[in-house]
Antibody, heavy 122, light 108 residues
């Protein structure tokens, strides 16, 4: 059974940093692209960033609102995905989900975690 | 940037057919995907590549797409289908990955 479990959320002041983790199980993690998607209160889902797999050199991509501030990384030996968030803004307040991408193009999210809450406030 | 547009809400009685639409300029050349999100839970994929249903999703869920509009149809909607439904698609011309605004389905 595919499982994705996020952790690391919490309350942080504007300008601060936070590192989210996503522990994966039930599938061969190293084979898959993995994404972060967030949902601000009362808002639509928003794609945040992507980590491709080893076969695609772990290349990353980011949404414009987070580019230069957020970094997606992974540790295949620990079946884990990470999101390092720096220079946080109040607009970054959201539930952050990690999601597995389907195999092959076109890519889409086939499994999601339960999410972790990030609140940016003074 | 690319946008997908959904109606904010749809309401049906149990057993009726619910149709949720998603419009976007790139949909004639890009697939649409549909996610169900119940209150406080993670999204669940219910339709992929316009019309395909993942294993474990009830047959009453179906998808279609024509021109700039994709449609999620729930035939014989049940109370447990109450949820927010989001369409998702991409615009490969500028690498956008976007969700629609979500449609709250009420079955009562």
């Amino acid at each position: 059974e595919v499982q994705l479990v996020e952790s690391g959320g919490g309350l942080v002041q504007p300008g601060g940093s936070l590192r989210l983790s996503c522990a994966a199980s039930g599938f061969i993690f190293s084979n898959y692209y993995m994404d972060w998607v967030r949902q601000a209160p009362g808002k639509r889902l928003e794609w945040v960033g992507r980590s491709r797999n080893k076969a695609h050199t772990y290349a990353t991509e980011y949404a414009s609102p987070v580019k230069g501030r957020f970094t997606v990384s992974r540790d295949d030996s620990k079946n884990s995905l990470f999101l390092q968030m720096n220079s946080l803004k109040t607009d970054d307040t959201a539930v952050y989900y990690c999601a597995r991408l389907s195999t092959g193009d076109p890519y889409y999210f086939d499994y999601w975690g339960q999410g972790t809450v990030v609140t940016v406030s003074s | 940037s690319y946008e997908l547009t959904q109606p904010p809400s749809v309401s049906v009685s149990p057993g009726q057919t619910a149709r949720i639409t998603c419009s976007g300029d790139a949909l004639p050349k890009e697939y649409a995907y549909w996610y169900q999100q119940k209150s406080g839970q993670a999204p669940v994929l219910v339709i992929y590549e316009d019309t395909k249903r993942p294993s474990g999703i009830p047959e009453r869920f179906s998808g279609s797409s024509s021109g700039t509009m994709a449609t999620l149809t729930i035939s014989g909607a049940q109370v447990e289908d109450e949820a927010d439904y989001y369409c998702y698609s991409t615009d490969s011309s500028d690498n956008d990955r976007v969700f629609g605004g979500g449609t709250k389905l009420t079955v009562l």
